[in-house]
């Protein structure tokens, strides 16, 4: 037994089986076809799983370092140009190695249940260095939003990516978003405008029946259009219409809606603490904020695709929002002063280092149950008996 993963989840992989559905126009005749290409320039002898890893590792190398020159996204004209540039070549390499994984995977004859674990579990994680990258270019003042704004962009981006995979856990399809490529594309275009044209190119109004509105602000509505009047809404339409035609899992209301409650939990709770601080943590400190959101939101979600691929029962709770639990009503309801910013920084690095413990161990867990390797198409010696 492992640490984390106990015999019948294990045994649960066994008969897992992928399914999608990608009805995109523009990733079926744009993106597929390019992946397609440059699939051709990778070598065979990379595993699937290594260029999933390595596209991962660009967005959290773009965070640091704009993190360097903007902390707190309030001086994104004093940021270099190169460093636009490089986030525009890490941002369009991480969604090509994401796009061509699977590819890989299936050239190499090395496709298995770790392998969309695995990409599915760091992408519940990347989404929020997507959307953190959207305030590095905007940022906040004049031209930008507040910190409260940017938190609730982030809660609609997390929310649209969990609501995806509850869909596939009840219906047993993961439906590819028609935006997702489309956003990610348009991602790497406003870095590379940055880069050429500076984040002026971002500072100008536009004015309606003499109302005055910024880009930031209608992109942040274009935004919460997209993700809670559209791709949510779908989501649930998917749910109930697998029930109705018998095409689901079939799941009593209450198991069907479990895999939501940590969610339920962590989204009030978060916005809370940044909306009422006492010290006004969120303002003085967003970027940790930020990552401390996105940290528990990729461990909420991690969990429940490992039960939705080993068909077991979904967590109803996740352990690492107790001090969320604790902090929250203690820090909007009481000043304590600069005791918060160390509750912030220790929560999020206890947070972090335990999610990817958990990651770590629970891949090794995988592999060892299969008998693959993580980074390698070698294969390893047969066993004789598994768990």
């Known amino acids: 037994m492992g640490r984390y993963l106990d015999k019948d989840l294990l045994r649960g992989f066994d008969s897992y089986k992928y399914s999608s559905l990608d009805t995109s126009p523009f990733s079926n005749y744009v993106m597929h076809p390019f992946w397609n290409w440059f699939l051709k320039l990778v070598p065979k002898n990379i595993a699937a799983n290594t260029l999933t890893f390595v596209g991962f590792l660009l967005l959290p190398v773009s965070f640091i370092i704009l993190s360097y020159y903007d902390y707190d996204f309030s001086k994104n004209s004093n940021i270099p140009r190169w460093v636009w540039l490089m986030c525009a070549f ?44 959207i305030f590095d270019i905007f940022g906040r003042g004049e031209w930008g939003a507040s910190s409260i704004h940017l938190l609730m962009v982030l809660n609609a981006i997390q929310c649209t990516f969990i609501f995806s995979h509850w869909e596939k856990y009840n219906t047993g399809v993961l439906y590819l978003p028609w935006a997702y490529d489309l956003a ?35 992109l942040e509505c274009l935004l919460y259009i997209s993700n809670y009047a559209m791709s949510v809404p779908v989501c649930i339409f998917n749910v109930l219409l697998s029930y109705k035609n018998g095409t689901g899992k079939m799941l009593p209301f209450t198991e069907s809606i479990r895999p939501l409650i940590p969610i339920v939990l962590f989204f009030p709770l978060i916005t809370l603490w940044g909306a009422y601080s006492q010290t006004g943590i969120l303002e003085s400190h ?36 107790i001090p969320l639990i604790i902090f929250t009503p203690i820090c909007t309801l009481y000043n304590v002063d600069v005791y918060e910013v160390y509750i912030l920084y220790t929560y999020t690095g206890f947070a972090t280092l335990a999610h990817i413990d958990y990651g770590q161990c629970t891949v090794k867990e995988i592999a060892d149950y299969l008998n693959i390797n993580v980074f390698s198409i070698a294969k390893r010696p047969a066993k004789d008996k598994r768990i």
């Open 90 to 133: 890490n941002n369009f390499m991480s969604h090509t190695l994401d796009g061509i994984d699977g590819k890989q995977a299936r050239r190499t004859n090395t496709s298995s249940v770790l392998g969309e674990l695995f990409d599915h579990g760091l992408d519940a994680w990347s989404t929020s260095f997507f959307a953190m990258a």
């Open 184 to 218: 990610l594309v348009g991602m790497t275009l406003a870095y590379a405008l940055t880069y050429l044209f500076g984040v002026e190119v971002w500072q100008y109004d536009i004015y309606y029946e003499g109302q005055r509105y910024t880009v930031g602000f209608l």
């Open 286 to 321: 967003p970027r940790c904020f930020f990552l401390l959101s996105s940290v528990l939101f990729a461990s909420i979600t991690t969990r429940m695709i490992v039960n939705q691929m080993s068909g077991t029962r979904a967590q109803a709770f996740n352990w690492l929002l």
